[in-house]
């Protein structure tokens, strides 16, 4: 079954819209499902055209697709445990919050919290994702637990906060401190990054672009030749700081001076 | 004029040592009387359990550490969260909610007089505003001087009239009800790193011991006349093998008062620990409760932890810091000038440590063990041990035999060697629980005389009516039904005005504060003392004539005078 949800146009299309109930299995009985704009409770077919092609038995064999002016519609997949979603254009804030399983895929860019605290499944984005992309709720421990993000382009600050397991790549470059307080998991950033990975107890991440301000917390132990990729790395562990079993690898930190601490200080990221 | 008549209800009254009679209750204008007209409001209990509105002798809910739990912990705010409703604000959070969310669900359980634990002098403003937004309960204020620096030099000259006179002034000042002494002497020395290990190691700097904070204060407290007596938090708390420290502290308490206790001891779960390390802590829980079956002179509170996420917080700020080296996770710890400290840090008590589940034993078999429920009151040192919210569940541990055993077989293994929880099967009665709830609250902080925690004549018409039929209910078994009917109230009445039906609150709830002002004498009121006031403006950042909490701070303040015998 294919549920296709095109955006009208709206008086005030500034509005955010609260769509957490946009998640594969609630249409399984039907469109009739109401979302917030603002602080007003709307029947979802107030706000867009819905086309549904075919029908299913199982939440798994939905196909959420939507189009038209979505960039302010936002928790679309939260506790999303199945089926997919897809996303012509951008989308709102949280979207794929909590998401346990099946496919979301985005063809613009993502506003921040992409995939917060997601337990499993995949995201991917074909454009860029805001700040926050696959990191912890402010204050929780653990961030993302499990399943897979992807982002094309480049993902803001604080991409991968407290991630806890599963697999981050980012394929353009990093905001200031990703990868910050990681407690396991695999974030690749393919591009540029400053900062990386303050206080991180577990876990793996590789850097491919240039990493500013490398934090004094992280020792230099190894280089090592990656045979897939054909490059040399150098590899860190950290944050010894905070008993830190973490692995750092980068292709090509800034220059030694950096590692200096009156280099290190805290200050606005340099990208 | 308004009148309210309570009809069929099933009274427990243990002060009045009324024990389930069925009986009416009229109320004229926020008071018990005698009887009411015919054109009273009436409300028909149905023979459902009727008692004296709850009392919470120990809580955190309002106060600058409070709120700065509130800060640390967004992630709590994204639980318990209920939108406005009818006269209901917003509320959200589970272990540190807003003040509305604590004082709604307080009132959906039936309390109605809630205690402060800890309110620093100096901030004593913050916690007088959050007291005015916490509108379903009557508050009063602990208030700190376990590191007051002027009442130290007062103990190391011997001056125990110039201590009482401090308190005295100081009580007066930030609207305080009574004294508060949090590991006395180790927030002072934690100022400088240090912290005290037992109630006989001098304080740095001022050459005092816990030993003689306690005894001063206590003494002071007496000739103050306050209502309530010294509300201490030992040493050490949390350290294994403190239960030593612990009774040594009980040894030093003279029984000087006929009316009341001279030493309120709370959380004592957390001060019964035997061994040596994390590794062989064990409960020494009946060495306390026998010290306590002894002495008429002390009443204690469980301090019972239960399951699950919450925040610790308290002035122990050492005992913070030690918590935070074992999890090593967020924390706070903050110094008040010339007074106390604070220390918070979220904590998770699980079912598979060890510790957590000694923990918990110990907490019960204090209440347990205790032969009278007026010496050991029911709380969890909200939100330290778990949030008030658990009570109910808490009431069903106590009454039932079965229900313990259920949850104790569901621990680690080894609870059973350390504790004695398995062995006890006390269990609780109803008149039992409506003391340690309600009763046993009202004689411990003094407020029976103030119309708190019992239906005489001229008493406030606070009442709580539970939805269960005692005589029909046996609790040892149908514990599930008991823990239900104490969640949400069929009616809460506060001063005489329904404030909650069955969980939803229809009042915006109108509270008072107590607070004490002992009379003293003029030549001995430190007011008038120049070495007193010339130090205050030496070392304080405030000045002394701007350090007194202002009346507009307390719309509804009422205030408990008292002569001390100075």
């Known amino acids: 079954m294919r549920v296709i949800l095109e955006t009208k146009e709206r008086k005030k299309p500034f509005l955010p819209i609260e769509a957490e109930t946009i998640i594969p299995s609630n249409f399984l009985k039907g469109p009739e499902l109401t979302v917030y704009e603002g602080n007003k409770e709307r029947l979802l077919s107030d706000l867009f055209t819905i086309v549904v092609e075919g029908t299913a038995v199982s939440p798994d064999k939905v196909e959420v697709v939507l189009k038209g002016d979505t960039a302010r519609i936002k928790r679309v997949g939260e506790y999303m445990a199945t089926g997919t979603i897809r996303i012509q254009g951008d989308i709102g804030m949280h979207c794929g919050n909590f998401m346990s399983g099946g496919v979301i895929e985005i063809g613009g860019n993502a506003d921040a919290w992409l995939g917060r605290e997601m337990l499993g499944g995949s995201i991917i984005c074909h454009g860029n994702a805001g700040h926050y992309c696959a990191s912890g709720y402010r204050g929780e421990k653990h961030g993302m637990r499990g399943g897979r993000v992807e982002v094309m382009g480049n993902a803001g600050d604080f ?57 004094p917390t992280f020792e230099k132990i190894d280089t090592k030749k990656l045979p897939d990729r054909n490059v040399t790395v150098t590899v860190y562990k950290g944050d010894v700081a905070n008993r830190g079993k973490g692995t750092l690898m980068i292709q090509k930190p800034h220059n030694e001076g950096d590692q200096h601490p009156a280099n290190t200080l805290p200050g606005p990221a340099t990208t | 004029m308004t009148e309210l008549l309570v009809k069929n209800a099933c009274v427990i009254d243990p002060l009045n040592r009324i024990l389930m009679e069925v009986m009416d209750i009229p109320v004229r204008d926020g008071r018990i009387v005698e009887s009411v007209s015919a054109g009273a409001d009436i409300i028909d209990a149905k023979g459902c359990l009727t008692l004296p509105g709850g009392i919470d002798s120990h809580s955190h809910v309002c106060g600058t550490k409070v709120n700065f739990g509130r800060y640390m912990s967004p992630e709590d705010m994204r639980a318990g969260r209920t939108a406005r409703r009818g006269k209901m604000h917003v509320t959200s959070g589970y272990y540190v909610p807003t003040t509305y969310g604590n004082s709604y669900r307080y009132s959906a359980m ?68 009574s004294i508060k002494l949090t590991n006395p002497g180790g927030t002072e020395a934690w100022g400088w790193g240090e912290d005290v290990s037992s109630i006989h190691d001098a304080v740095p700097n001022f050459n005092v011991t816990p030993a003689e904070i306690i005894t001063t204060m206590i003494e002071a407290n007496e000739l103050l006349h306050l209502p309530h007596s010294v509300h201490l938090h030992c040493n050490n708390l949390g350290k294994p093998g403190n239960y030593r420290t612990t009774l040594e502290t009980f040894d030093l308490v003279p029984d000087t008062n006929n009316g009341r206790q001279t030493l309120y001891a709370t959380h004592v779960q957390f001060h019964a620990y035997g061994g040596t390390t994390w590794r062989d802590i064990s409960s020494k829980a009946e060495e306390i409760a026998r010290a306590v079956n002894a002495k008429p002179q002390i009443v204690m509170d469980m301090g019972q932890i239960m399951f699950g996420r919450t925040m610790t917080m308290t002035a122990d700020g050492p005992m913070e810091f030690n918590l935070y080296c074992l999890h090593h996770n967020k924390w706070s710890n903050h110094d008040v000038e010339l007074e106390t400290g604070s220390g918070i840090i979220p904590v998770l008590y699980s079912k598979k440590s060890l510790v957590n589940c000694v923990m918990w034993a110990i907490g019960l078999e204090l209440a347990l ?14 939100p330290n041990g778990a949030p008030f919210v658990k009570y109910p569940e808490i009431i069903g541990l106590l009454m039932s035999k079965r229900y313990r055993d259920e949850e104790c077989a569901t621990l680690v293994d080894g609870t059973e060697q350390r504790t004695a929880i398995c062995a006890l099967d006390r269990e609780m009665d109803w008149n039992e629980i409506a003391i340690m709830t309600r009763a046993g609250q009202a004689k411990a902080l003094g407020i029976a005389a103030e119309g708190k925690g019992h239906f005489s004549k001229g008493a406030e018409a606070d009442i709580a009516i539970y939805p269960i039929r005692c005589r029909d209910v046996d609790p040892a078994t149908e514990y599930r039904k008991v823990i239900e009917a104490f969640r949400k109230t069929m009616y809460t009445i506060k001063r005489g005005r329904v404030v909650a039906r069955e969980g939803d609150i229809i009042v915006e709830g109108a509270n008072s504060t107590f607070w004490v002002n002992p009379v003293v004498p003029d030549d001995l009121n430190v007011a008038n003392d120049p070495e007193f006031v010339k130090k205050f403006e030496e070392y304080y950042t405030v000045r002394m004539g701007n350090y007194p909490v202002q009346d507009v701070y307390l719309p509804r303040g009422k205030c408990i005078r008292t002569k001390a015998a100075l």
């Open chain 1, 159 to 215: 991409c991968s906060e407290y991630l806890t397991g599963g697999e981050v790549h980012i394929h353009g470059n990093c905001g200031d401190m990703a990868g910050v307080e990681m407690k396991g998991g695999q974030l690749i950033i393919e591009g540029d990054a400053t900062r990386p990975c303050g206080n991180m107890k577990d876990g793996m991440c590789m850097i491919f672009g240039t990493v500013h301000r490398i934090l």
């Open chain 2, 369 to 382: 063990l205790t032969k009278n429920p007026f010496q050991c009151l029911l709380e969890t040192d909200n």
């Open chain 2, 110 to 177: 039936g309390y109605t007089t809630v205690l402060e634990g800890a309110m620093a002098p100096l901030e004593a403003r913050h916690t007088h505003e959050e007291f005015t937004a916490t509108p379903h309960q009557d508050m009063l204020a602990n208030t700190l001087f376990d590191g007051n620096w002027a009442i130290m030099e007062a103990v190391r000259a011997k001056d125990v009239k110039k201590a009482a006179a401090i308190v005295a002034w100081t009580l007066s000042a930030v609207k305080g009800y």
